[in-house]
């Protein structure tokens, strides 16, 4: 009976330390939208999901995925959130920004020289790609 009872507190413990450790979420943001908005209510979204797992004790991982005309949420000196990337970016490691290189080229392209995107965001070949890559992993897909 003995071994029993220590045997079920040794589970007892293991399954409040990895309930004490937190769990960790992953959250792939999609922007396809150049509309302040919807950039605002993505970032917002961010946001509030750190917040809430921070409160809990758990860690969210979350990547904000741009391309087509929401694009222009990375293009230095258009994107309307810029300011705001940079804050969040610089106070969670966390969060980062992926921008769709087949629409910075096509971008580049049409304006004739390489389109300058902020410096927190990172050029994946595919934004839909990534987003694909990103729910095959376990990331939660979120469209504001």
């Given amino acids: 009976m003995f071994k029993t009872l220590a045997a079920a507190a040794a589970l007892s413990l293991a399954a409040f330390s990895a309930a004490a450790e937190g769990v960790t979420h992953y959250l792939a943001i999609h922007v396809d939208q150049a509309d302040a908005q919807v950039m605002n209510m993505a970032l917002n979204n961010a946001a509030?999901?750190?917040s809430y797992y921070e409160s809990i004790g758990d860690t969210a991982i979350i990547e904000v995925v741009a391309y087509g005309p929401g694009l222009t949420m990375f293009v230095e000196?258009?994107?309307p959130v810029a300011d705001r990337i940079a804050?969040?970016?610089l106070e969670d490691e966390n969060?980062?920004?992926?921008?769709?290189?087949?629409?910075h080229?096509?971008?580049s392209a049409k304006a004739g020289a390489d389109v300058a995107?902020?410096?927190?965001?990172?050029?994946v070949p595919s934004g839909v790609v990534r987003l694909m890559e990103l729910q095959e992993q376990g990331y939660s897909y979120v469209r504001p």
């Fill in 48 to 50: 509030n999901v750190k």
């Fill in 77 to 79: 000196g258009k994107s």
């Fill in 87 to 89: 804050t969040m970016a």
């Fill in 95 to 103: 969060i980062s920004f992926a921008a769709c290189g087949n629409t």
């Fill in 105 to 107: 080229r096509a971008m």
């Fill in 117 to 123: 995107l902020v410096s927190e965001a990172t050029i």
